[in-house]
């Protein structure tokens, strides 16, 4: 499954890209992409696990760039 998710309060491109790299390492995300000027995080995992590991982007998020959340 494939979703996006619209951004909030992502700081720099810099940021967006280490971010990214981190998302990816997740277990249970296939890819993932930030685009930094549409501030949109495009997410595809499994579709059984695609919550838990929604969740676990978010708190990964929380951790990495305080300031950004992830709008669902």
């Known amino acids: ?28 995300v296939i890819d993932a992409k930030i685009n930094f000027l549409t501030q949109k995080l495009t997410l595809e995992a499994d579709d059984a696990s695609f919550d838990q590991v929604l ?3 978010v708190k990964l998020t929380a951790d990495i760039e305080p300031d950004c959340e992830i709008l669902r």
């Open 1 to 28: 499954m494939r979703k996006s998710f619209k951004l909030d309060e992502i700081d720099c491109a810099v940021c967006a890209g280490k971010l990214e790299d981190a998302i990816k390492k997740l277990d249970g």
């Open 55 to 57: 969740d676990a982007v």
